[in-house]
């Protein structure tokens, strides 16, 4: 219990920070930040392999990718980094918070049953093997199907589909051509 | 024949009037080429009628009672409710001698009309219009039904319209066809109401109807039982009126003002309708009814009437003729004024003699009428006497048929009809207890007849020829001819079946037997009855031929009687000024009526329908203009306002998908706050 | 508090916190920086319900956070890689520039 008291609010701060930062950049590490302290999360609770596997995935590969992808599209000056607007603000806590209500509204109307003080379930490798492998088969295949899909398509887009030039300046209100 | 034909008479009889009347249908519908079958036609259907009708003529020949005729048929034709209306066919001696005198001189008119109106364009309506007169005139004389006649009769006068109005573009003919038309329909309008007041009263129209007819015992009975306005009886008062329509009819004064503007007609339609046949009508109207007549109580006022009116036209007519100068008119109020004497005859009492005078007057008439239309055809369509003399030269053989038709008109005696006819109505008159009035007059007219007919013989054919122009006038072919010769040997033959000497016209009329008697001439009353109509025949011819034997070479000269007479002349030849009093009197009014009529309707009934006219276009152009405002331009506004909340409906589609990411959390999170408070 | 209530607490704060970061934010990618908050909020879930809930051997709950996460980083490359190509295309990483499909 200990550790989940200490580490909620740290994640709750750094995904703040990730959610208000005025620079992407800061905002992109403070991600990453947030993502480690979830992981960090997962191995206090018992989820030692989800607690790697977030490491590994998240914290190594997406906010990374999330942090190079900034650097490419880095604009000019640096007014444009500012990222945020004080009226949209408004309305995206007008959206938001409702949200935040039912969510609240259900938890508390689900009233979860005090679990028995257990100890964490067992997950050994093996079993996740074992899963992985027998029961959800298919599953890993068709992940594994996507993720190369993901990759050729990603390699596609890196080099230039032909015809898209970007050579004409966008302007915004007109369609785009074909 | 006559025992061969009398059980189907029933039905033959039903030709007579029906195959002219048939005939005529079928040239109507015949276009104006085919000349010879409309000719063809209206003759073959007449000689079928001629046939028939002198063999009925055969079967009556049998002496009958009077009342109970040889064929009385009825049929009912219309049903309303309880009452139903009855016509049929009566064949007695009076019908069977007219029939037979109709269908024999309408023939021969026919065959005279092919030659005379050859040139005519319209030559087969002209028998289209002559076959339909004939076939209605047949059933007049044959009818059983007073309605039957009546219907019959109008379609004689519509056919007489039409025929006088034959040249139609000639507006005087036009004009003179509805003078005919309209005179006549006065006393239409009197025979229709005595006909009514017949029926209110007895409920029948038939004239024979096995005891229940208008002319039989009961009938006559109740007739004249029952007294109205006046005094007079159901009987008089409805004889009256007949006799008005008969007046109407016949040219009677008053109401004969048509008669010689009917001469406008060609002269075929003269000779048969206006002088031998439709004109007749009248007189056998009242011949026909003559027991109504007769049935009057104690006064007789129809008789005296009838008799009173003859005499008056008589002399009127015979007055008028002495002034004319068309050889027409001459003849047409010769005919009103033999018309006169027979009903002078009907009124003293005798249907015989002035059914007698009526069959010989036919004969006679149509041969002067014919004579004249020779006359005329040969002087080149030239109608004035004045113009004409010395045509006895030129035209031999016409003279010779005028001279026998001339002859018996003024009353020559013994070898023609009309002397022993008119000695008929002289008798008859003489014998009246009502007085000598019409006698006197009759006398009168029969001087005056003599003196006018003679006039015109001489001024037409003797002396010098007064024609202007270089055209000779010629003789007539023989289709002109012929008639002419046939219609002057009946003229002189029927006087065998008249004169006292052997009575067998009268006697048949009568219901009895004629026999030969020697002696009925030499009686005191007899022989001064010829005395005075020799001395009467003498008088007129001399004293014409003194004023008339040597008329002026210049056609232009006045009449010797003119230079004479001075303004009385002028008085008689228009006719005693009736025309003039109709005009001022009847036709100035209502004329002045019309005008009124009329400027009411321009002044003020076609502004009212103007302002009507403008408040339904006001109303149109309101509808119209709310359509346009109220619809359209509603219509354009919702469908602009309906653009223009879609265009603002649509600028939520910001094209942003944060915006639509915000609507749909919101959107969803409300949803799921209702559900929770809905379910709490 | 327990354990479950708190992590369930923690993972609707910050399923809210990643909503907001896409509702508001103007850089695309740092939309994609909020889609990574929510799925991760999500994935905090399912592990509290495997280690606080009823007990499951099927490991239902592992189970899935390991394909959620697999499929979050495809997801994330292949968002990466249509945001450049519109980056290439309009030089410019504002969403709101994106509007040409507007009513």
Redesign the interface.
Known sequence: ?LP??IL?PL??LA??G??WKAR?VH??LL?AL??AL?AL??LA???Y??GL??FM??VG??AI??VF??L??R?GDEA?EI???PS??L?????????????????I?AN?P??AA?D??S?TLQ??GE??FT??AP?VIT?GV??TA??I??AL??R?VQG?S?SE??E?????PP | MAEALSPHLSWLLWCVPLMPLLAGGIIAFLPDRFRKAASGLALGALSISCLISIGALICALAPREVGDPLVATSHSWFTFGEITLKVGLLLDPMSAAMAAMVTFVAFWIFLYSTGYMAAEKRFGRFFGFLSMFCGAMLLVVLSNSLLLLFMAWEIVGLASYLLIGFYFEKPSAAAAAQKAFITTRVGDMAFFLGMIWLYGHTDTLLFYDHGKGLLESGALASLAGATTIGGLTVSAAASLLLLVGAMGKSGQVPLHTWLPDAMEGPTPVSALIHAATMVAAGVFLVARTHPIFLKCGDTGVPLMATAWVGGITALYAACVALAQTDIKRILAYSTVSQLGFMMIALGTGGVAPALFHLIAHAFFKALLFLSAGSVIHGCHEEQDIRRMGGLRREMPKTFVAYAIGMMALAGFPFVFSGFWSKEAVLHSAMQWPGGLGPFSLAVCAALLTAFYMTRQALLVFFGKPRHPGVHHPHESPPVILIPLFVLAAGAVLLSLVGTPLWPWFEEWIKGGTAHFDRGALTTVSALKLVGLSLTLVTVGVTASWIVYKNPSDDSSAPDPLESRLGGLWGFLKSGMGFDALYEKAIIGPLAFLAGGMDTLERQVFVPLMGLAEGVIKWCGRLTSSSDEKGLNDGFNGVCAGLQNSAGSASSAQSGRPQSYLRAIGLGMSVLLILYFWLTA | MTPLATLLTLSSVLFSLGLLAVLTRRNAILILVGIELMLNAANINFIAFWRYGPPDPDLTGPMFVLFSIAIAAAEAAVGLAIILMVFRHTRSTDLNRLDSLHG
């Open positions: 219990m989940l008291l909620s994640i709750l995904a703040l990730a959610v992407p905002a992109a991600l947030t993502l979830i999360l997962y609770i018992g989820a392999f989800i596997v977030q995935v998240y590969a997406v990718l999330i992808s900034l490419i599209t604009p444009e990222s945020r607007r949209s603000l309305t995206g806590l007008i959206c938001t918070v409702p949200v935040l209500a039912v969510l609240f509204i259900s938890l109307r979860p005090e679990p257990s964490a379930p997950a079993q996740f899963k992985l029961t959800h599953v992940v996507l993720l993901v990759l398509g990603a887009f890196a230039g898209i970007s300046p966008f915004s209100g007109k369609s785009l």
